[in-house]
């Protein structure tokens, strides 16, 4: 974004989804709402940009939809389907080839959008309970799925071998993260704790840290594009900033409407942080300053999806 916190030029995309079937794109230095695309389906659970940043890929009951951000198409450009429940999460392979979800039907999935409708799952990798959170390591070699019994699946996507990590017994994995240079990997549960591991040429990742998060349920964590701060959301209507310097609380990002905080994305520079949230409304907030600089209202429920980018395409 700009130096001022406004942003510009057209490569400056804020896409929000949520429980009222629509997927907003903003223009993320001045609040207007560009377009609204339709999601008939579902509420959408997880929205990611294409590395090229011409699509958006939106997750929801039984589908996954893309989207052309660059046309005035409210409609989706390519359906993935044969999934039987909610689909949680969804990401890009960095050059855009594949794309990966995890969801409810206990799978995560590599699809090739190239492909044919009925050939486009190309991998599915199946565990036991109903799948919250995958990540992809920035090497692109392994898959981090999360799975409501507790367990991180390590899936090696050349040998399709696994291992897991069980950092808390019984407390569901809502979300992963791997920081950009690939050293660092955190999780957050249900029962607000968030788990931090140090990667690297080590075979297994070596527990690192355990932070007392949140005092309810959280839903999402993200790293800084810096690798310098790491957000966790939360149902206890805060969204919280924590230095990977030494894990230290830096900020805690609450409005007095705000209620659960289901979703976050870091601005490149990561001075600024965007949220989504319960009350309809996304906000963007100077993480340094704690203020809160711009909000994005236009959503008639529930934000549960947010997606951003804002790097040259």
């Known amino acids: 974004m700009a130096g001022d916190g406004t942003g510009g030029g057209s490569q400056v995309v804020l ?3 949520g429980y009222d079937h629509t997927i907003k794109l903003w223009q993320a230095h001045s ?27 939106a997750c929801g009951y039984q589908h996954i939809r893309m989207y052309d951000l660059a046309s005035a198409n ?25 794309m990966y979800t995890g969801g409810e ?49 390590m899936w090696d996507l050349k040998t399709d071998q696994n291992d897991q990590l069980v950092p808390e017994a019984e407390a569901s994995i809502q979300d992963i993260a791997i920081d950009p240079a690939g050293k660092m990997m955190a999780a957050v549960n249900n029962k607000g704790n968030c788990y931090v591991w140090a990667l690297g040429g080590q075979a297994h990742p070596v527990p690192r840290k355990h932070i007392a998060a949140h005092h ?4 999402r964590c993200k790293f800084s594009r810096d690798s310098t ?17 030494d894990w230290t609380p830096m900020r805690e990002l609450r409005h007095e409407t705000q209620r659960w905080v289901w979703d976050a994305a870091f601005s490149i520079d990561s001075r600024f ?41």
């Open 105 to 153: 039907d206990c799978t995560a999935r590599i699809w090739d959008p190239r492909a044919p409708p009925q050939t486009r799952c190309q991998k599915i990798f199946q565990v036991q309970a109903p799948v919250n959170a995958v990540m992809l390591h920035p090497d692109q070699s392994q898959i981090m799925v999360g799975d409501q019994s507790g367990i991180i699946h």
């Open 15 to 17: 896409v929000t989804g």
């Open 216 to 219: 309810k349920y959280a839903l």
């Open 273 to 313: 942080l965007f949220t989504g949230s319960s009350d309809s409304y996304a906000r963007l907030w100077d993480v340094e300053r704690g203020t809160l600089e711009r909000e994005y209202c236009g959503h008639q429920k529930a934000i549960t999806a947010l997606a951003f980018k804002d790097q040259a395409v």
């Open 31 to 57: 609040g207007v709402c560009l377009r609204t695309m339709q999601h008939p389906d579902s509420q959408v659970n997880g929205l990611e940009i294409s590395p090229n940043g011409q699509m958006v890929a």
């Open 229 to 245: 701060m790491l957000v966790t959301t939360s149902g206890d209507c805060s969204a919280k900033v924590w230095r990977t310097s």
């Open 74 to 98: 409210p409609d989706p450009v390519i359906t993935f389907e044969g999934i039987t429940k909610n689909v949680s999460r969804v990401g890009f392979q960095k050059n855009g080839s594949w």
